[in-house]
């Protein structure tokens, strides 16, 4: 009957979303519904002098409009940092600016119209007296002695300074180095533009003073915690947040959000139902961006391929603001994996994260570990260059190895399992390596720029030990929560505390669902992203869903399993200790005697009839579990690109891209791979098209889908991917996460590839996008091109 | 001002006044409620609201309700027929070609305008003429599949 786990089951969520149900924010239509929209700055650093709101008030349809002093005038408090490193300045961040705004997209004014076209036409009328200020969007500048201060007591503009490693261990690796691999690098500013926009609706109840709001949010329960104790201040109880259906986040839709308060502010305090969604304008200004690192690093090396240490030193651009997550980002998500999948025992970085004229930034697919996983695959391949070693030969050389898991790095953290052979072994036969290397000899040998790239990667994924991340910096807990109801004709609801946009949780935790109790997977039905159904949780993020949801449901299911166990003795009239429940087949026997058997939906009926209960027993059969995982999980890939680069235009062409990824015990194939090939593609998009180009008034240049280049279908290829299952030893699925490694490996394999392709031409290193410019103004300058 | 339109939708005639600068996408969520059309962008970049107008394939958030007066308009709503998903919908779902589903509908209706032009095509051919639909979970390749599969059982 059962055994899902490990299937290609289909969706379940799909048929709504292919017939035009999906059930997003901007769906969402109440009576009498008025819309907001907000007023942006234009200015990338300015003070206001006065706004003039008569005639945008005066405009027929306008209901009213409110500046940032009415806000705070009627109670609300600026946004919060929820991630908070040893002595980080944290300044206010109003959810519209009081009396200067510090990036192109800061919000000024809101104005509640009858309808949206008409909110959009009184934002026109609304008088701004802007004095223009000096602006800083580079990080590197601004925390230059001199570089003007964005705001007040924050010298150099830094929020904080993060080391982490042994400092000496390192010195001691580098001054008795045979070779020191140097590197600088930009992992450049990305927009993660989830194609569905932002967009919160907000009910407000007078009656019972409760509030409801709809919004496109990867953690209600979260957001629903920082409005209520630190924001608006409306009681938890009396808070209500739904995010039925998201259009992909990505980091995007981590954070809380300005318009989350401003839109339930303006609810409440005009009894009215209220709506804003973004535009896409607004959210190029206005969602969390991603990377922007300046690094500088090197990588200590011996003449026999042996790694002994890695420093880094990196300058993380955190925009105006501390976002609600942006300074976990460049910390702990960062460092703590900047030696990667290699044992070396020099390990020290530090980061500065800086204010700049920019829009704040936060978590980006990957978020954090992509920027260190690139740094040490490019120094790692930089280092198979200068000893003329095969990058593959060099990095087998250095890896952890496989029985010496779980392996304690230098720093922090603990690997939990790890085969970083068996992936390259597999990857080396999918892509047939050799063949490539000598294919690639021969286009050289013609005077073709053709490159092959490798990269090995792991992932620090499945946020996590409440405990260890609260000592970090994180404000709230990191365990994860499920809420299993079994109903009395044996059908099954879980609710679940994470949320899906777009990974098909509703599929893969019914899986688990379904094997734990053996019934059907069409008689489950999971719940999510509703804080009034779903008691608690802390939402999808960092790769946590499988790794530290589905675990909570396993709880959750022995505790329901034994209480079913426990009634069908007493109804069978036999020892509790002989009862078996059969999960393949949902039924609880005599252990011994098959054909004495309950099924699983007798039990339940049983359960809830109470009839017939032993001593003690209450009716019914549901549990909850609360899972604080021991460990993070770290899943880990092996991937190779070929490339070619025209010699005439620079123009990259990704030719092959073979990749093996190992997320321990595999739930969904399909959706597993569904999850690896969006994330590579994403990765596509950083390597070869994608930057958020900030001038030097703090302008958003790439502000469009016309002018920021996501990957179109015709702008890759058929991903060739294979997998292979090492189990994580932290919970009891042996499941990791999956969502983000795509994204994280690509970058510097294709890095690696075009890199090799421009080798012969003595170009070191060259920062992503690797646009056609780029690479074509880099051959025209190096020693052997033009 | 409103203007009076006639626009028949998924095969049911509508008649409306509206004022001459509502969008099309806005017509059809906001006034017939068929919110199934998503807007991604709404400046034509991103093709999530696409629909097909007397069976052309169109960005909704740059078609004017007044401009589409007197045609025919099929939105997602409108593809399934007696309770049975349409290919595409089919081979969307048995190939995985979505994830968060809001370009979906889009994607669909444009891959559908493909094949009605092309019935057979090849995998660039599918790529090539997508390339005005953009989707950011899915990485195109299972929504190639699907397009294809779907080619396949026509």
Not at chain 1, 618 to 635: K, Q
């Amino acid at each position: 009957m059962s055994n899902y786990v490990g299937t290609s089951a289909r969706r379940i969520e799909d048929p709504r979303f292919l017939q035009g149900q999906g059930r997003y924010v901007a769906n969402v239509h109440l009576p009498g519904m008025a819309y907001v929209a907000i007023l942006r700055s234009p200015y990338a650093h300015a003070k206001i002098n006065s706004i003039n709101i008569d005639k945008a008030a005066a405009l027929e349809g306008v209901v009213a409009v409110f500046t940032g002093q009415d806000l705070v005038d009627g109670g609300l408090n600026p946004l919060i940092s929820g991630w908070n490193n040893p002595d980080q300045k944290n300044p206010p961040y109003y959810q519209l600016a009081l009396d200067t705004v510090r990036y192109v997209g800061d919000g000024v004014a809101a104005v509640v119209a009858d309808t949206a076209y008409i909110a959009d036409d009184a934002l026109q009328l609304i008088e701004v007296d802007y004095e223009v200020l000096p602006v800083v969007v580079n990080a590197r500048a601004a925390v230059e002695d001199g570089a003007l201060q964005i705001h007040e007591d924050t010298p150099n503009n830094i929020s904080f300074h993060w080391p982490l490693g042994d400092q000496e261990a390192m010195e001691k690796a580098f001054a008795e180095a045979d070779h020191v691999i140097e590197l600088e690098l930009v992992n450049q500013r990305l927009i993660p533009n989830a194609i569905e926009p932002r967009a919160a609706v907000a009910q407000w109840n007078a009656m019972n003073e409760e509030m409801t709001l709809w919004t496109t949010s990867q953690h209600v329960h979260i957001t629903r915690v920082v409005m209520s104790a630190f924001t608006i201040g409306i009681p938890e109880h009396k808070l209500r947040l739904l995010a039925p259906d998201v259009g992909g986040g990505f980091g995007s839709k981590l954070c809380h959000y300005a318009e989350e308060d401003i839109v339930a502010w303006i609810a409440r305090e005009l009894n009215q139902p209220i709506k804003w969604v973004a535009t896409r304008s607004e959210s190029f200004v206005t969602d969390r961006q991603g990377r922007d690192h300046i690094t500088e690093a090197r990588l200590a090396l011996m003449s026999d391929g042996t790694i002994t240490g890695i420093h880094i030193k990196t300058w993380a651009n955190m925009g105006a603001y501390v976002a609600l997550v942006g300074a976990l980002i460049p910390t702990a998500l960062y460092l703590t994996s900047i030696s990667g999948m290699y044992k070396m025992p020099g390990v020290f970085g530090e980061v500065w994260g800086v204010f700049t004229n920019t829009a704040p930034t936060s978590a980006y697919r990957g978020a954090g570990r992509p920027e260190s996983q690139y740094v040490v695959e490019r120094l790692v391949d930089l280092a198979a260059r200068q000893l003329d070693m095969d990058p593959i030969e060099l990095r087998r050389k250095n890896f952890i190895p496989a029985d010496e898991f779980p392996y304690q790095t230098p720093v922090a953290i603990a690997y939990d399992s790890g085969d970083y052979d068996k992936v390259f072994d597999k990857l080396v036969e999918l892509s047939n390596y050799d063949k490539m290397r000598q294919d690639q000899q021969a286009a050289r040998d013609e005077g073709r720029l053709v490159g092959v790239g490798v990269s090995g990667c792991l992932e620090l994924c499945g946020l996590s030990p409440s405990a260890l991340t609260g000592s970090l910096g994180f404000a709230v807990g990191q365990w994860e929560f499920a809420d299993v109801r079994v109903h009395p004709t044996g059908k099954v609801t879980l609710h679940t505390g994470v949320q899906p946009q777009g990974q098909g949780h509703e599929t893969t935790f019914a899986q688990v669902v379904a094997d734990e109790f053996g019934v059907n997977l069409t008689d489950i039905d999971v719940v999510y992203g509703d804080t009034a159904t779903v008691n608690q949780g802390n939402g999808t993020y960092g790769s946590r869903s499988a790794a530290v949801g589905m675990p909570a449901i396993v709880m959750a299911a022995e505790k329901i399993r034994a209480k079913a166990k426990k009634l069908a003795a007493h109804l069978l009239e036999a020892s509790e200790e002989d009862m078996v429940f059969d999960q393949d087949e949902g039924k609880i026997y005599v252990k011994g005697s098959p054909d004495q058997s309950l099924g699983f939906g007798e039990v339940s009926f049983a359960a809830y009839a109470a009839h017939n209960l032993p001593e003690g027993m209450e009716p019914g059969l549901e549990a909850h579990a609360y899972y604080d995982p021991a460990n993070f999980t770290y899943p880990f890939a092996a991937h190779i690109a070929q490339i070619e680069v025209d010699r005439d235009t620079g123009e990259v062409t990704l030719q092959r891209y073979i990749g093996v990824d190992d997320c321990g015990v595999i739930i969904n194939p399909m959706i597993v791979e569904g999850q690896v090939m969006g994330g590579v593609v994403q990765s596509i998009g950083q390597v070869l098209l994608e930057q958020a180009v900030y001038d030097e008034n703090g302008q958003l240049l790439t502000g469009s889908m016309m002018d920021y280049a996501l990957p179109r279908a015709d702008d890759v290829p058929n991903l060739e991917l294979g997998f292979t299952e090492t189990p994580s030893p932290v919970n009891p699925l042996g499941v990791k996460g999956i969502g983000e490694m795509g994204t994280i490996v690509a970058l510097p394999t294709i890095a690696n590839a075009v890199m090799d392709a421009l080798a012969p031409l003595g170009i070191k290193h060259l920062d992503t996008p690797l646009t056609s410019e780029k690479v074509w103004q880099a051959i025209q300058s190096s020693e052997n091109g033009g | 001002m409103q203007w009076p339109i006639s626009i028949t939708v998924n095969g049911v005639g509508q008649t409306h006044e509206v004022e001459p600068r509502l969008m099309l996408v806005d017509y059809l969520r906001d006034v017939l409620e068929l919110t199934g059309t998503n807007i991604g962008c709404d400046t034509s970049q991103c093709g999530a609201c696409t629909v097909l107008m007397d069976g052309q394939a169109v960005k909704s958030c740059t078609v004017l309700a007044v401009q589409a007066d007197g045609s025919s308009i099929t939105t997602i709503e409108g593809l399934a027929k007696n309770g049975k998903m349409h290919p595409l919908q089919e081979a969307f779902w048995e190939k995985h070609g979505l994830q968060c589903g809001f370009c979906t509908p889009g994607m669909i209706l444009a891959a559908e305008d493909l094949l009605s032009n092309n019935p057979n095509p090849s995998e660039a051919e599918v790529r090539h003429g997508l390339e005005g639909n953009l989707c950011r979970c899915t990485g195109y390749q299972n929504i190639v599949a699907a397009v294809l599969a779907a080619a396949e059982s026509r």
